[in-house]
């Protein structure tokens, strides 16, 4: 069997692995527009220098000889032709398949600001964004910053260690409005501050104002305010890669529709991680599940069903779960934390710990089941809080002992159950 693997990312990785562990003979090719594997979560390291390019690869040496897989890198597939099994790279050349899995990922997308395409405005979704951003820390002062989701959080903090001067523009009333709720994201907003962001939420960029030259110089609210800017970051949404793959005629809406297999309309063609878009197990919605654990499980799932394995399915398959590390605060959010149900019971747990730091934990609730959770500071137990939303496991009961084993590990000066 000829396996076609589009894409070198967590899904992708995760189909060649178990392609491979299930079937040590069927031929694996693995097509990628990147040269290598590696970690987007740390990007923002690398564009604010604090990583190499080396240091984010996940993958050792040699990696696709010791699979067995022909990797071809720095190549982005331009056409799909499903009937005849074949697909044709920017290069000009043609490749078949039995089966094929696109993992092809996301782009950033840049917001509707007049001004906004030309030089010194950069997305943040590749390595090549990241490098691109660090090579112009030398002879850049003033950054801005639009969009305040995970990217958006993590590199002004990186930025102003750096001692840049960054500001970060928002339309929400807070920053991480996906992950947190008013007091959380007021606290997110105060970290930031403190650190020498200037936090802009509530605000729309309006137009950005460049130099003779076409560099910009200043980015201008809808609200009037002028920001300097010699670098600009557009971190307020993403575009799954699927170019080709709706030409072909595969159905879609924001990704390449999947079902339980991880299948496309397409026969034989199927589709995993940030450009895949199925039903999400805790909104039963569809809609993408673009977080890393989801796209490496989907990325085993498809592996299974191109070989044909029965009963490989997605029983769990939710992006709605999200770890950030604000300076020294660790914050995790699991379950949809940024739009509860008016019938859901929201219960709040404080603690100081013995070195000061205050922990919240926000629990949302609906006959017994726990719905949704925000962990700030004490992330303790925060798996077998996903495990009781994603397999709907009554944990009411559990939860005064688990808040008081909590306070116990961390010498919890004070705590406060509301």
């Known amino acids: 069997m000829k396996v076609i693997i589009a894409g070198s990312g967590a899904a992708g990785m995760s189909a060649a692995r178990t392609l491979r562990e299930i079937d040590k003979t069927c031929e694996i090719k693995m097509i990628s527009k990147d040269a290598g594997y590696y970690s987007r979560c740390m990007l923002h390291l690398v564009a604010a220098g604090n990583k190499t390019e080396k240091q984010v690869i996940l993958a050792p040496q040699g990696w696709e000889e010791k699979l067995g897989v022909e990797f071809i890198p720095s190549q982005e597939i331009t ?32 917001p509707p600001v007049t001004g906004i395409n030309g030089p010194g405005v950069f997305g943040l979704r590749n390595i090549e ?39 970060l523009v928002e339309m929400a009333p807070y920053p991480l409005p996906m992950q947190l709720e008013s007091e959380t994201g007021s606290m997110c907003a105060k970290i930031l501050e403190d650190s020498g ?36 970051v557009a971190a307020a949404g993403v575009k799954a890669n699927m170019d080709f793959a709706v030409d072909a005629g595969l159905k879609f809406s924001r990704g ?26 805790l909104m039963d919605q569809v809609i993408p599940s673009a977080i890393w654990p989801t796209a490496v499980r989907q990325g085993k799932v ?61 629990f949302y609730l609906h006959e017994g089941l726990l719905k949704a959770a925000l962990l700030w500071g004490d992330i303790t137990n925060s798996g077998l809080y996903f495990e009781a939303i994603v ?23 004070q705590l406060q159950v509301l």
């Open 197 to 232: 962001v200037s936090v802009f939420c509530g605000q729309l960029a309006g137009e950005i104002i460049r130099h003779e030259s076409g560099l910009p110089k200043e980015v201008l609210l809808k609200s009037g305010i002028r920001l300097p800017a010699n670098i600009i």
């Open 256 to 281: 390449l529709l999947i079902d339980e297999k991880c299948e496309t309309s397409a026969q034989g063609i199927f589709a995993a991680g940030d450009v895949a878009e199925g039903r999400d197990t």
């Open 391 to 413: 397999n709907k496991r009554p944990i009411l009961a559990d939860l005064p002992y688990l808040d008081q084993l909590d306070a116990a590990k961390r010498g919890v000066e």
């Open 129 to 167: 964004d990241a490098v691109a951003i660090r090579e112009t820390m030398a002879d850049s002062s003033d950054y801005v910053i639009i969009g305040a989701g995970l990217v958006g959080v993590e590199l002004p903090l990186e930025l102003a260690h750096a001692g840049k001067k960054v500001a």
């Open 302 to 362: 498809a592996a299974m069903n191109i070989l044909g394995i029965s009963g490989a399915a997605l029983e769990r398959n939710t992006g709605f779960k999200a770890s950030v590390v604000l300076n020294r605060t660790q914050v995790i959010s699991l379950g949809p934390v940024y739009k509860p149900d008016s019938s859901w019971e929201k219960r709040i747990v404080r603690s100081t710990g013995s070195n000061g730091q205050l922990s919240i934990k926000i």
């Open 79 to 110: 056409e799909l032709d499903t009937a005849a099994r074949t697909i044709r790279l920017d290069d000009g050349s043609s490749h078949n398949f039995d089966r094929l899995l696109i993992a092809t990922g996301s782009r950033a997308t840049m």
